[in-house]
């Protein structure tokens, strides 16, 4: 009985501590540019509001995209947080971003296993969010300038194959 | 003796180099769009880059040059914290608002607030000026760069009845011609 006591004690304080996040709620949105004519550069936003069954004062969240870790910021005014990251320069395809979440905890935990040399996929993430990135392209892949030469020179073939036929 | 003096001296540079541990915290500022039109995206990118030796903690980043009279703000938030940033890290940040109206608009720098070093008062820092930066207005950027294709489908319509009235007459005659040439 006191040893359960003992354990509930601690597990209260940990909770307490707001270090990690208990029954995590998530209400994600996200952002990717798609428009390569505005910018060759691609920005990627993921916002999210966090409810815990835990006190989260001191929570440091940090993601894991594709391999790569990023911390999470949080708004100054309320329980709002945000990952972004961009890629400059670059034509990005439409790609399927799954994005980990994780506490300081879990993050120490993936990063001794990313030196150890093992696969991150084995730690489980506090909560993840799956967002498609539609690629970032100029509009109709064939321009309208082109499709209007196109036919112009058709129209020019049918009339001059019709002329030799009448000459000959 | 010496052993001993040699051990205090020791000790001493080590308090003093844990003393000049200190954070600085560069923000840099920067537009991500190559073309920035009123009613279409634009991307603002800010990385915090650590060149101190020291850990900055309660990082605050905040950026009002975005006003809801002249900009929607899509994505992101303008004011954001980050708990640390450890000495020679740095930290991306990304937003994404939309201009509401077309002109001359003068992009004003972020600010961020940090604590360089326990015990001392937070610092103030500010990014880049962008300066002063064209926002074309909508009908100019279609005008450049939308696709046109329906003024192309206009403009072969009204060039149809001059091209397909004469090929229609060819080929009428054309056919009569034929019938009679088969026929002799």
């Known amino acids: 009985m006191s040893s359960l006591k ?163 | 003796m010496k052993l001993y003096l040699g051990i205090v001296l020791l000790l001493l540079t080590a308090f003093a180099k844990g003393d000049d541990e200190k954070a600085k915290i560069i923000l840099v500022k920067r537009i991500l769009n190559d073309i920035i039109t009123e009613r279409n995206d634009l991307a603002i990118e800010y990385n915090l880059y650590n060149i101190g030796d020291g850990v900055a903690t309660d990082v605050e980043l905040a950026d009002s040059s975005f006003h809801e009279s002249d900009f929607e703000l899509i994505s992101g938030m303008t004011s954001v914290k980050w708990s640390r940033i450890n000495a020679g890290s740095n930290v991306t940040h990304a937003i994404v608002v939309q201009p509401l109206r077309a002109g001359d608009f003068n992009f004003t720098s972020a600010v961020v607030q940090y604590v360089s070093e326990k015990g001392v008062d937070v610092t103030f820092g500010y990014s880049n000026e962008i300066g002063e930066q064209e926002i074309l207005s909508l009908k100019e950027y279609n005008r450049l760069h939308a696709s046109h294709m329906m003024e192309w489908g206009l403009f072969a319509l009204w060039c149809m009845p001059s091209i397909d009235v004469p090929l229609l007459l060819y080929y009428l005659s054309k056919r009569k011609y034929s019938k009679k040439v088969k026929k002799n």
């Open chain 1, 6 to 168: 003992l354990f509930l004690c601690l597990f209260l304080a940990y909770c307490v501590n707001g270090q990690s996040c208990i029954q995590p709620s998530v209400s994600p949105s996200s952002y990717s540019s798609t428009n390569q004519k505005l910018s060759k550069s691609t920005a990627f936003v993921v916002e999210f509001s966090l409810k815990c069954a835990s006190k989260t004062d001191n929570l440091q969240l940090y993601a894991d995209i594709d391999g790569v870790q990023f911390p999470v910021t949080k708004s100054s005014e309320s329980e709002h947080y945000q990952v972004s990251w961009t890629v400059k320069d670059k034509k990005t395809v439409a790609h399927n971003f799954d994005v980990r979440f994780f506490d300081e905890e879990g993050y120490n935990n993936l990063r001794k296993v990313i030196r150890s040399g093992q696969s991150p996929e084995s730690i489980k993430p506090l909560f993840n969010v799956d967002f498609q990135h539609p690629g970032l392209s100029s509009g109709f892949w064939i321009k309208a300038e082109f499709l209007g030469l196109a036919v112009a020179v058709l129209v020019l073939y049918v009339v001059c194959r019709e002329r030799s036929q009448i000459i000959s």
